[in-house]
């Protein structure tokens, strides 16, 4: 069974330009979190998604958003990126919205320059 | 808002030691609570997770307890291995909300 997925990896943009991140979460989960992991903050919750609708927000400007499509896969934007938004952006899934298990992705480092 | 947080920010133990890992809570709302581990250049992985109905549970080499009236919850790591040198999180959550909130997470390094 495949695990969650995100796309890209590694990625550096410059200030003010915007960025999308891919997740594809396991098959049959369909609840998709997003995490914004740094050294100071640890890990901050930015939304989650369940079928296609946001559920939960977390404390992150309007810069941040998200989306997710009828296969559960999810997207996350960062527009007008600021040298802050360099961080880990981590994916998670699990099969519906409610206290249960998190599965993790690898992540996709994003370097703003 | 509450957060978890943790009492050690780094813990070096020997090969073959028993590791404990806390953290404290201070949201008496929290009734679900896991522990996840993460490697460098991964994202985090499940260990473990324990419902406030529970004090503890088991798993393979791992173990987690849980003190609802000091809301305190502890990792122990038995015949701990350098395979296990890792950042160990907490993470809680409140009742009647799906988000899992983190804690800064604790650094475990294993000498052989």
């Known amino acids: 069974k495949a695990g969650v997925t995100q796309t890209p990896r590694y990625l550096i943009k410059t200030r003010g330009q915007q960025v999308t991140l891919s997740c594809s979460p396991i098959s049959g989960h369909r609840s998709v979190s997003w995490y914004q992991q740094t050294p100071g903050q640890g890990l901050q919750f930015l939304f989650e998604y369940f079928s296609e609708t946001q559920r939960n927000k977390g404390n992150f400007p309007g810069r941040f958003s998200g989306r997710q499509f009828s296969n559960s896969r999810s997207e996350m934007n960062v527009s007008t990126l600021e040298l802050g938004d360099s961080a880990l952006y981590l994916c998670a899934s699990r099969i519906d919205s409610g206290a249960n298990v998190l599965t993790f992705g690898a992540g996709s480092r994003l370097t703003v320059l | 808002g509450e957060s978890v947080g943790l009492h050690l920010p780094t813990l070096s133990v020997q090969e073959g030691d028993n590791s404990i890992i806390n953290c404290a809570y201070s949201?008496?709302?929290?009734?679900?609570f896991i522990w996840y581990k993460q490697e460098s250049g991964k994202g985090p992985q499940f260990i473990i997770d324990?419902?406030?109905?529970?004090d503890k549970r088991q798993g393979q080499r791992v173990t987690v307890l849980l003190n609802k009236t000091v809301k305190h919850l502890s990792l122990q790591i038995a015949a701990t291995q350098p395979g296990d040198s890792a950042v160990y999180f907490c993470?809680?959550?409140?009742?009647?909300?799906?988000?899992?909130?983190f804690g800064k997470g604790t650094m475990l390094l294993v000498s052989p």
């Open positions: 993470a809680e959550n409140i009742r009647g909300y799906s988000t899992l909130t």
């Open positions: 949201n008496s709302a929290s009734d679900y």
């Open positions: 324990i419902r406030s109905n529970m």
